[in-house]
């Protein structure tokens, strides 16, 4: 069995930092982490003979600048699943969180989600500022031959300006028949400053190739899992793809029953600041200043997306054509020519014009912003073609006091006219650092008015019901809060959602609106307990409840645990890490999976329930730059013949692997 390699390398290692408590108030959920370290916003003078390298970036939205992350206790930080997250057994599958996540975006959305963790977003580009070229080289090799390559370079072209290249591919056959995964993501990024300061031009161009082979889960006629003739895997039946053999060839991207998805996005942003000019005089140079007061902004985006599911004949070594049955007992779907084929594809141009401004000079985080879209978007459709239009207003305040002690963010947005007219965001988060004793205290309050997702109109291809319905829009609101003690090494936060109108899928394909208000409690508990100098154990716990009659199933608990050694055995330049990882969930009905429409949908036939918890063992360890891990997965699949065929269920019909080792290198350079 081979194992995972990453190669990842970090030219310096983090500044410590304090976590955001953003982690549960924001629109990633539970679990997302950030850190920041200082408020400086202009770019640092350079002496071009200097050995050592500084970097740091920011992201799109955001004034804060922050560091390359060097920490390894945490494989979830390189691994592109979240820890929260299950997946249909290989990775490159369809993927859904284990905590509840609505979403919480007005607006035209296209409706494909279960692929989101596998794509790089375009609020997630990063804009680099070194001072000497950086490269990563990453490379991933795992069990079954799964592989994950990622190559990032950038450089600062001019002090003022710098450039980035990134580049991952995934690409795994899986252990399971029909789940071959072959993934790439594109990124170019530029961020250019004027001499004076008083001009940004950040441009990006991103895109996402998603390729996931469907498998329709295990024939579900008899125990294929309990069954020794069936201890490989690869050998069980499943509803559609046919009986393809095993490939190791990761340069072969043939998935003919499968969902592809492309995305390409390009965006330039150029902004023009009126202020105040200022200079720093040094021995020998004269570093020029520039503290903005107001600031015009103007963002073009464009993207394209294609959204496919296809199951198509295949001449190979077994002749295959789509299971006809199939697709009427489940989808009341017929089809002509052996061939299914569903595709909507987007076209989505964006002009927006926002101005700032500064009330404090020398704190270019506390803004106020207002603005205007414009968006035309062009759909195309198995029934034809239709062009929309939208025109929304946003508008901003945020607010990071220099001392750090408060952090003030509340937004909001409103569709005036178009496709999603009446749409609109309101969100308010307030943070305190209440002292030593206490901590951080954030509290906060998010409510959206959004149009169902474009799968929910009649118009989609992926629209299979006999008749169209007519879908109220979803109001879903959060009250949030958390309290981080640094100090302990804690962080409690909750979250309290109320939902109206929730559109979600029953029967692979059925489209459904719960109308009464439902309401969700999920609290979350992060501690880290030491035992000795040396040794962590690493606890997460999340508790949830669903209050009213709701169509949303989610365990009771969750829990991860990491219980390790971390240090340098003596060593000055080793940074170590060895232990172990446990997961576990209380059973509860998982969602079942809907190839066709790449949906993840209700059921409340087959409760899912851990036979053992998952369990993990591993060695990561840094030499300065140098990362490397090393991971035996999926322990708990032990059988009592010997064989790791004991299985865990995600989802009906679906399984995680048995046991995976996986290996890996991260390796960073200045250049």
């Known amino acids: 069995m081979t194992g995972l390699l990453i190669f990842s390398l970090d030219a310096m290692a983090q500044q410590p930092v304090i976590r955001n408590l953003q982690n549960f108030g924001n629109r990633g959920g539970i679990g997302r982490r950030m850190s920041n370290t200082g408020q400086t916003d202009s770019l640092s003078h350079r002496n071009k003979f200097e050995d050592s390298i500084t970097i740091s970036f920011r992201y799109l939205d955001s004034a804060r600048n922050f560091k390359l992350d060097s920490s390894i206790t945490d494989f979830t930080r390189y691994f592109p699943v ?76 001019k002090p003022n300006w710098n450039a980035l290249f990134q580049y ?36 990006v161009i991103l895109s996402n190739n998603l390729q996931s082979g469907e498998s329709g889960g295990m024939m579900q006629d008899q125990d294929y899992l309990g069954n020794p003739v069936y201890k490989d895997r690869f050998n069980i039946p499943t509803e559609i793809g ?51 007061r107001v600031r015009f902004e103007h963002t073009i985006s464009y993207s394209s997306d294609r959204y496919t599911f296809q199951d198509l004949p295949n001449s190979g070594a077994t002749v295959y054509y789509p299971d006809s049955a199939y697709y009427f007992n489940n989808y009341g779907y017929k089809f002509a020519n052996d061939t299914v084929l569903f595709r ?38 198995s029934s034809g073609s239709k062009s929309y239009l939208n025109i929304f207003g946003h508008a901003e305040y945020r607010n990071k006091t220099k001392n750090l002690k408060w952090d003030v963010e509340a937004n909001g947005k409103l569709y005036f006219v178009g496709l999603n007219a009446g749409d609109y965001e309101a969100y308010g988060s307030l943070q305190r650092y209440a002292g030593k004793k206490i901590g951080y205290v954030q509290l906060g309050f998010q409510n959206v008015n959004r149009t169902p997702s474009f799968i929910y109109d009649s118009l989609s291809s992926f629209y299979l019901m006999p008749a169209g319905i007519n879908f109220k829009k979803e109001n879903n609101s959060q009250f949030f809060a958390s309290i981080f003690q640094p100090e302990f090494k804690m962080r409690l936060s909750g979250h309290y959602y109320l939902m109206t109108n929730y559109t979600y899928i029953t029967d692979y394909y059925k489209l459904q609106q719960q109308s009464a208000l ?8 992060q501690k880290t ?30 829990t991860r645990n990491r219980i390790a050694y971390e240090g340098n055995l003596g060593f000055k330049n ?37 036979k053992t918890p998952d369990i993990d063992l591993y060695l990561h360890f840094r030499i300065r730059p140098f990362k490397a891990f090393v991971r035996i997965e999926n322990l708990n699949t032990l059988s009592k013949s010997g064989t790791f065929t004991n299985n865990n269920l995600v989802a009906p019909g679906y399984a995680f692997p048995g046991l995976q080792i996986r290996l890996g290198i991260f390796w960073g350079f200045v250049n």
Not at 137 to 153: A, C, D, F, P, T
Not at 174 to 202: D, M, V
Not at 578 to 606: C, M, N, V, W
């Open 82 to 157: 979240p820890a929260t997250n299950i997946y249909l057994g290989n990775i490159g599958n369809a993927s859904e969180p284990v905590l509840f996540s609505p979403h919480f975006n007005a607006g035209w959305d296209p409706g494909f989600h279960s692929f989101d963790v596998y794509k790089w977003l375009l609020d997630k580009s990063r804009f680099f500022n070194t001072t000497r070229p950086y490269s990563e080289l990453n490379y991933m090799l795992g069990s079954r031959v799964e592989q994950i390559i990622e190559v990032l370079h950038t450089r600062n072209i």
């Open 168 to 203: 991952r591919m995934i690409n795994s056959p899986g252990f399971f028949k029909n789940q071959k995964s072959n993934h790439n993501n594109y990124l170019l990024t530029s961020w250019y400053q004027s001499k004076k300061k008083r001009y940004n031009n950040y441009f």
């Open 242 to 292: 046919g009986d393809p053999q095993f490939g190791r060839d990761f340069f072969s991207t043939v998935i003919t029953t499968g969902n592809k998805y492309n995305e390409f996005t390009a965006l330039l942003r150029q902004q023009y600041d009126l202020g105040r000019k200022d200079s720093l005089v040094t021995d020998s140079t004269v570093v020029p200043l520039f503290f903005p």
């Open 344 to 381: 909507d594809v987007w076209k989505n141009l964006q002009n927006d014009f926002s101005i700032y401004q500064f009330p404090d000079e020398k704190n270019l985080q506390q803004f106020f912003r207002v603005g205007a879209t414009v968006q035309n978007l062009h759909g195309v459709f």
């Open 518 to 525: 439902f309401n969700l409690l999920q609290i979350a508990l």
């Open 529 to 558: 307990l030491k035992f000795g100098k040396h040794w962590n154990w690493h606890a997460d716990i999340y508790f949830q409840q669903v209050i009213g009659n709701s169509p949303v199933n989610v365990p009771l608990i969750f």
């Open 574 to 610: 080793l940074d170590l890490a060895f232990g172990t990882e446990i997961r576990y969930h209380t059973p509860y009905k998982a969602d079942g999976y809907s190839p066709a429409l790449g949906q993840f949908f209700t059921q409340d036939s087959i409760r899912i329930s851990d």
